[in-house]
């Protein structure tokens, strides 16, 4: 029987713009996606009697049928004709409903991973079209891009660098539901991306870093302002949300900032404080 390891990484948007409502009930977004190195660890087996979905989270288990790697694994069967079992076990680190896209990695990384052992090629639009039917964030962690410009829902992706920096992420407890979040929007108007050069790094811009879910979530959680403005005391060069939130991130250029990192850790409850790259 044979075992395959795979690495599903998470990603902050370092810019989410918002730009119209559409009749399917999504946003047409511009957002520059990030890989960061932080992973959850999906093993698959394959040839295996039954199936079966080990799902190792420190906050519980997700129903099968809800469960992105479920989904995944199904529809890949479905539009492959792949009779075979599997085992799944999916060891989680990224945090759930954080704002770093963990549910949508891990379906892509189901989709890449069974694409490996069965001999399809990566580039397959089959494989495009079940990421899309997963989720907006599915199809930037199928791309081989580690940053992208993220288009239409986020699914129409331009590559884009992945500037080098140290990235202090604190994701506190909870989780925030993203269609609560656009629903709450209350977009009324269609409006023009500020679009950023390639040039610089985004938080190089004059505009800095646009979120337009930043006023909405710390309106309704005040907190997150809070660790907003105690980030930017430790001198980073900018600071921002991811996604939908909660999860807060700090910019660093030059050095790691092991001393803010360990501050933070030790003086922060009912939060995770994690230290990160950019993925080259
Ligand atoms: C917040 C982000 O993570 C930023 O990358 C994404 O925009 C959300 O991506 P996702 O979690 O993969 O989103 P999905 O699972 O496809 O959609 C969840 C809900 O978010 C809303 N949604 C999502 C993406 C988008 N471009 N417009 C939307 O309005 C829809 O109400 C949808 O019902
Ligand atoms: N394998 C999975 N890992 C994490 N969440 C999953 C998974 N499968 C389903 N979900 C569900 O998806 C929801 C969003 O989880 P996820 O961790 O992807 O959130 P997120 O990082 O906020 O996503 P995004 O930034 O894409 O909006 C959760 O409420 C969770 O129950």
Same mark, same amino acid.
């Given at each position: 029987?044979?075992?395959y390891l795979f690495l599903?990484?998470?990603?902050?948007?370092?810019?989410?713009? #918002?730009?119209?409502?559409?009749?399917?009930?999504?946003?047409?977004?511009?957002?520059?996606?990030?890989?960061?190195?932080?992973?959850?660890?999906?093993?698959?087996?394959?040839?295996?009697?039954?199936?079966?979905?080990?799902?190792?989270?420190?906050?519980?288990?997700?129903?099968?049928?809800?469960?992105?790697?479920?989904?995944?694994?199904?529809?890949?069967?479905?539009?492959?004709?792949?009779?075979?079992?599997?085992?799944?076990? #999916?060891?989680?680190?990224?945090?759930?409903?954080?704002?770093?896209?963990?549910?949508?990695?891990?379906?892509?990384?189901?989709?890449?991973?069974?694409?490996?052992?069965?001999?399809?090629?990566?580039? *397959?639009?089959?494989?495009?079209?079940?990421?899309?039917?997963?989720?907006?964030?599915?199809?930037?962690?199928?791309?081989?891009?580690?940053?992208?410009?993220? *288009?239409?829902?986020?699914?129409?992706?331009?590559?884009?660098?992945?500037?080098?920096?140290?990235?202090?992420?604190?994701?506190?407890?909870?989780?925030?539901?993203?269609?609560?979040?656009?629903?709450?929007?209350?977009?009324?108007?269609?409006?023009?991306?500020?679009?950023?050069?390639?040039? #610089?790094?985004?938080?190089?811009?004059?505009?800095?870093?646009?979120?337009?879910?930043?006023?909405?979530?710390?309106?309704?959680?005040?907190?997150?302002?809070?660790?907003?403005?105690?980030?930017?005391?430790?001198?980073?060069?900018?600071?921002?949300?991811?996604?939908?939130?909660?999860?807060?991130?700090?910019?660093?250029?030059?050095?790691p900032p092991f001393y803010?990192? *360990?501050?933070?850790?030790?003086?922060?409850?009912?939060?995770?404080?994690?230290?990160?790259q950019n993925l080259e």
């Open positions: 029987m044979k075992k599903s990484p998470a990603k902050l948007n370092l810019v989410l713009q #918002v730009l119209s409502r559409r009749e399917d009930g999504y946003h047409n977004l511009y957002t520059i996606f990030q890989k960061i190195d932080l992973f959850d660890e999906i093993e698959i087996k394959k040839g295996t009697l039954d199936f079966r979905l080990d799902f190792i989270s420190d906050r519980g288990d997700i129903p099968l049928e809800e469960n992105l790697v479920y989904k995944a694994y199904i529809k890949f069967k479905e539009t492959f004709r792949i009779n075979e079992n599997h085992h799944i076990r #999916v060891k989680k680190t990224i945090p759930i409903g954080a704002g770093l896209g963990g549910g949508s990695s891990n379906a892509a990384t189901i989709l890449k991973g069974l694409a490996y052992i069965y001999g399809i090629d990566r580039e *397959e639009p089959l494989l495009y079209s079940i990421a899309k039917s997963l989720g907006a964030d599915v199809p930037f962690f199928l791309s081989p891009y580690v940053a992208a410009i993220g *288009e239409g829902i986020g699914d129409v992706l331009i590559p884009y660098p992945s500037f080098q920096a140290w990235y202090l992420l604190i994701c506190p407890n909870f989780e925030i539901s993203t269609k609560w979040a656009y629903q709450n929007l209350g977009l009324t108007n269609s409006k023009n991306p500020v679009y950023y050069s390639t040039e #610089v790094s985004p938080w190089r811009h004059p505009q800095g870093l646009i979120n337009d879910f930043k006023a909405l979530v710390f309106n309704k959680f005040p907190f997150l302002k809070e660790l907003e403005t105690k980030l930017k005391t430790f001198g980073c060069c900018a600071v921002s949300l991811s996604g939908t939130g909660p999860t807060i991130f700090g910019i660093f250029e030059k050095e803010v990192y *360990e501050t933070l850790k030790r003086t922060l409850k009912e939060v995770k404080v994690f230290l990160l």
